[in-house]
């Protein structure tokens, strides 16, 4: 069946940089868009970045600029390089997938989701 499983979160400093992986199985890469997620506590979930099956890549004002995604299908894996992370970027992070491969950051567009995994940036 369809999986994504996240990994590379972690406690980090203000500033630093953290490079957060999706892994994929059940399914083949190409034909998918992968998007990122985060939720913060007491916030509402919200897109950060996706790519699309043609590798049109999107990002949320927040992220531009600090963020890239970028997938590698021959290892059925996104990634999502975060750099001059702030404590507002604090969240878990879900990857997802969207079959129909166009992508987007509205959450109802993907039907596949991972575990999730936390980021906390903080001094």
């Known amino acids: 069946q369809v999986q994504l499983v996240e990994s590379g979160g972690g406690l980090v400093q203000p500033g630093d940089s953290l490079r957060l992986s999706c892994a994929s199985s059940?399914?083949?890469?190409?034909?998918?868009?992968i998007g990122w997620f985060r939720q913060a506590p007491g916030k509402e979930r919200e897109g950060v970045s996706s790519?699309?099956?043609?590798?049109?890549?999107y990002y949320a004002d927040s992220v531009k600029g600090r963020f890239t995604i970028s997938r590698d299908n021959a290892k059925n894996t996104v990634y999502l390089r975060m750099k001059s992370l702030k404590p507002e970027d604090t969240a878990v992070y879900y990857c997802a997938g969207d079959d129909s491969g166009s992508g987007g950051l509205g959450s109802y567009e993907y039907g596949y989701w991972g575990q999730g995994i936390q980021v906390t940036v903080s001094s």
């Open positions: 059940g399914f083949t890469l190409d034909d998918y868009a």
């Open positions: 790519i699309s099956s043609t590798d049109n890549t």
